[in-house]
C-alpha cells in the first residue's frame, strides 16, 4: 500500500525555522502534483502550499506566503516545506497529500487523494 509518511515537526520559538519532509514511494508521487495543508484545534483543514508534479509551479496561501517554500526532491521521492519565520498561528498539524489529477493547484481538499499521518508543530510565542 502506498503511503506518504510526514516528518521534521516540533516545538519551535517565534521567529524560527522548521523543514517538514513527506516521503513517498517513487511510482506514487512522481507524477503527481503534491500538497502541503495544515490543521489546528477546533478549525478546518485549510490549504498551504501546492507544487506541480515537475515542480517548476508552485502556489502558496496567503498566510505561507514569502515565509514558507515547498519544493520536491525526486532522487529522494520527498516533498518538503520549508518554513520560517513561524508564528504561534502556525501551530497545527501539518499533513502532506498526493493531488488526484490537474487540479492540484486549486488548494482544494477534495484534490487530493492520498494523505501523510500528519507532524505536529507548535510556535511558542
Known amino acids: 500500500q502506498e503511503q506518504l509518511v510526514e516528518s521534521g515537526g516540533g516545538l519551535v520559538q517565534a521567529g524560527g525555522s522548521l523543514r517538514l519532509s513527506c516521503a513517498a514511494s517513487?511510482?506514487?508521487?512522481?507524477?503527481?502534483?503534491m500538497g502541503w495543508f495544515r490543521q489546528a484545534p477546533a478549525k478546518e483543514r485549510e490549504f498551504v502550499a501546492a507544487i506541480s508534479w515537475s515542480g517548476g509551479t508552485t502556489y502558496y496561501a496567503d498566510s505561507a506566503k514569502g515565509r514558507f517554500t515547498i519544493s520536491r526532491d525526486f532522487a529522494k521521492n520527498t516533498v518538503y516545506l520549508q518554513m520560517n519565520s513561524l508564528k504561534p498561528e502556525d501551530t497545527a498539524v501539518y499533513y502532506c497529500?498526493?493531488?488526484?489529477?490537474?487540479?492540484?493547484?486549486?488548494?482544494?481538499?477534495?484534490?487530493?487523494?492520498?494523505w501523510g499521518q500528519g507532524t505536529q508543530v507548535t510556535v511558542s510565542s
Open positions: 497529500a498526493r493531488a488526484r489529477g490537474r487540479l492540484w493547484w486549486t488548494g482544494d481538499i477534495v484534490e487530493y487523494d492520498t
Open positions: 517513487e511510482r506514487y508521487v512522481s507524477l503527481a502534483g
